[in-house]
């Protein structure tokens, strides 16, 4: 895949993704998020790859959304349009997991794009942030919503209001993200987490995280209804009877992918 704005990869069952427009910190224009959606979506029905990665470079995964494209839009244009969230929820309708890889700038639509991912692993130095109240608007993509729901109302307030930023320490700690590593280890990182799970049961993988998606959906009952029911499908897949079988002949597992 040959894209403008943006390197793929595939090795090993891992799809990786990589934002590049190094010039404006990886400012997220309509034409790079076109691409992240074809990208996203050739890698979700290539067979050849389990997972995917997303990350940008050193000092930006995403400085947010393109502010010189933005800024002489009018409201017609943007709503007939659906500016430009209808491109970027292409990641949430992948069924293979898709990790974000942050290192540096994650702000504004930046921010939002790696919460959209499954889960975000860090570099240490990450700076995450709503920042588009300085600029006279608000978060666009779910900064508002996600942002409340992963870090709690208090501090993800304080963030919109003020635009502050929050560095990976306190993104690690308030549960933004699920790790921090070195900078010069994340891309390294994220691909061994990526192979852990690319090397494991398509169909567990996939219904672990419809699962894990749906506690932020629904009720707490229904999400444990909705649980034991995939949890009891789990049992007509043939991975089960392989995984289980596995384990009690003490060999490695034969997924079948089934
Ligand atoms: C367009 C951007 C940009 C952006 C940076 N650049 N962010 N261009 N849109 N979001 C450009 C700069 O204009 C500059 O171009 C170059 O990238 C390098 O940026 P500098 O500002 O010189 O770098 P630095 O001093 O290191 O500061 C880094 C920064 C700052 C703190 C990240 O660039 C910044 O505040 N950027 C804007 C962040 C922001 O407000 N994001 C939210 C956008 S609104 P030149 O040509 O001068 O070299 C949004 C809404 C989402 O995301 C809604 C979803 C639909």
Same mark, same amino acid.
């Given at each position: 895949m040959a894209f403008d704005n943006l390197i793929t990869e595939k090795r090993d069952g891992i799809g990786v993704i990589t934002l590049n427009?190094?010039?404006?910190?990886?400012?997220?224009?309509?034409?790079? &998020?076109?691409?992240? $959606?074809? %990208?996203?979506?050739?890698? /979700?029905?290539?067979?050849?790859?389990?997972?995917?990665? +997303?990350?940008?470079?050193?000092?930006?995964?995403?400085?947010?959304?393109?502010?010189?494209? &933005?800024?002489?839009? $009018?409201? %017609?244009?943007?709503?007939? /349009?659906?500016?430009?969230?209808?491109?970027?929820?292409? +990641?949430l309708?992948?069924?293979?997991?898709?990790?974000?890889?942050?290192?540096?700038?994650?702000?504004g639509g930046g921010c939002e794009l790696a919460m959209m991912c499954d889960f975000i692993l860090a570099a240490d130095s990450a700076k995450f942030g709503q920042p588009e109240i300085k600029i006279g608007a608000i978060p666009g993509s779910g900064g508002t919503q996600r942002l409340t729901r992963f870090v709690g109302k208090?501090?993800?307030?304080?963030?919109?209001?003020?635009?502050?930023?929050m560095d990976a320490d306190e993104a690690e700690r308030s549960g933004l993200v699920s790790r921090v590593v070195p900078a010069d280890q994340l891309l390294d990182e994220a691909m061994k987490t990526a192979g852990q799970i690319a090397g494991l049961s398509r169909m567990a993988v996939s219904m672990c995280k419809e699962s894990v998606n749906r506690s932020y959906e629904t009720t707490l009952s229904e999400g444990v209804l909705f649980e034991r029911r995939v949890f009891h499908s789990v049992f007509a897949t043939?991975?089960?009877?392989?995984?289980?079988?596995?384990?009690?002949?003490?060999r490695a597992?034969?997924?079948?992918n089934r």
């Open positions: 427009r190094p010039k404006v910190l990886n400012a997220l224009n309509s034409a790079l &998020m076109r691409e992240l $959606g074809e %990208a996203l979506t050739a890698f /979700e029905g290539d067979d050849d790859v389990a997972v995917m990665v +997303i990350t940008g470079s050193e000092k930006a995964f995403a400085a947010g959304a393109d502010i010189s494209e &933005m800024q002489s839009k $009018g409201f %017609a244009d943007v709503y007939k /349009e659906d500016f430009i969230t209808s491109e970027w929820e292409q +990641i309708r992948c069924r293979k997991p898709v990790i974000a890889a942050v290192s540096g700038y994650a702000l208090s501090k993800a307030m304080e963030m919109c209001l003020t635009g502050r930023m043939e991975d089960q009877k392989e995984g289980m079988a596995a384990f009690v002949e003490k597992p034969q997924w079948r």
